[in-house]
């Protein structure tokens, strides 16, 4: 990327925007940074120019287009709450999927083709072999997961007609806070097991619900790989260089390798916080697979990517360094 490059971030007051936005702005790259503020947070976005606005309004997008040389676009924005969307599903779709497409046809317009696209690990469903590398199959099991899927073909799709080109980047568990405590994770409601443990050490919340104990894993709770928030960052910037650089199509998935189950976590968020974190054991989540670890080889062997942060203790100590602020 140029210096002189603007990267345009949707969603950039939120949680992996925002340390993507804090990333490229310490790389001296200009960022222009648009988001609803549904579930975004203002105070989140310290770098850049900051436009509020939503994907439904495709002129307002091309205001945007319009108003800055956009080099390429990182793409967050998107509601991520997996049980709400099966209670909901078009509000999914309509912002997951059609606000999606209005970007991509304001860029078309603009001639931007660079495009860096939030996907998970929630559009293989349920993983028929661990690690799961990019070839498992995608076969989601809720609406979320295949609405971030069916963009993933529309993005296909795009490439193939219009020449657009995009790199997928499916996360596993996002974790962990900026190191310098300038942002963090702060979903409002909070359903995340790290965040909500901390609230139990901090005594804002009785104890921590493990949701399913009976799972055919070592100790029957279920087993997810966590990544920290600055790498999959740095991934995104990585990501960014291999289109301009290689001008093909990316598709890889962001994790540790590294599978914790939630007991686990929860004895390793006890160490950090120094602080008896009381379970209730209240039976399955819908929709919870068993195991999701990813395979990161790729984004290793593709991008030079390597996580700065391997264990989940350090990972766990940037989020109570966060969370527990005063
Ligand atoms: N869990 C509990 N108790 C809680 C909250 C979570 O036991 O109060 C468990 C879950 O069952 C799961 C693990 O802790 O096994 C992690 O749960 P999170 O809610 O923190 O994260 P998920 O794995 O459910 O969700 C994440 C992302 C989604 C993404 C999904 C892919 O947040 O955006 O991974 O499966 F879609």
């Known amino acids: ?7 345009l971030i949707t969603g950039g007051a939120g949680y992996i ?8 702005s310490q790389k001296g790259l200009n960022t222009i ?34 108003s800055f040389s956009i080099k390429a676009v990182i793409h967050f924005a998107a509601f991520a709450y997996v049980g709400e969307s099966v209670h909901e599903p078009e509000k999914y779709y309509s912002n997951n999927v059609i606000n999606t497409l209005n970007l991509l046809q304001v860029m078309r317009e603009f001639g931007v083709s660079q ?3 939030s996907s998970t690990c929630a559009t293989y469903g349920l993983p028929k072999a661990t690690p799961i590398t990019e070839d498992h199959p995608q076969q989601p099991i809720n609406p979320y997961g295949k609405s971030k899927l069916m963009v993933e073909q529309v993005l296909e799709d795009y490439s193939n007609a219009y020449g657009l080109k995009h790199a997928s980047l499916r996360y596993f568990n996002a974790a962990g806070a900026d190191p310098d405590g300038e942002t963090g994770e702060w979903h409002e409601p909070e359903t995340h097991l790290i965040p909500l443990v901390f609230d139990v ?6 104890q921590i619900e493990i949701f399913g104990t009976d799972y055919d894993t070592p100790d029957g709770t279920c087993i997810r790989d966590y990544i920290h928030v600055t790498d999959l960052a740095d991934a995104h910037i990585l990501a960014l260089d291999y289109l301009e650089r290689e001008n093909i199509n990316l598709i890889c998935n962001l994790g ?42 790729k984004a290793k062997r593709l991008l030079s990517w390597e996580p700065r942060y391997a264990s989940l203790e350090a990972i766990i100590e940037t989020a109570w360094k966060w969370h527990s602020r005063k």
């Open 1 to 7: 990327m140029d210096l002189n490059d603007n990267i």
């Open 17 to 24: 925007g925002s340390h993507t936005n804090k990333e490229l």
């Open 33 to 66: 940074i648009i988001d609803n503020l549904v579930y975004g947070h203002p105070e989140f976005v310290k770098w850049g120019k900051f436009i509020e606005g939503d994907l439904n309004d495709p002129d307002f997008i091309r205001s945007v287009f319009a």
């Open 115 to 117: 495009i860096v696209f």
């Open 201 to 206: 050490a901090l005594g804002k919340r009785k």
């Open 256 to 297: 540790n390798g590294n599978g914790y189950s939630v007991k686990e976590v929860i004895n390793i968020a006890e160490q950090v916080t120094k602080k008896k974190i009381q379970t209730i054991d209240t039976g399955p989540r819908m929709g919870d697979p068993p195991i999701l670890v990813g395979s990161a080889e």
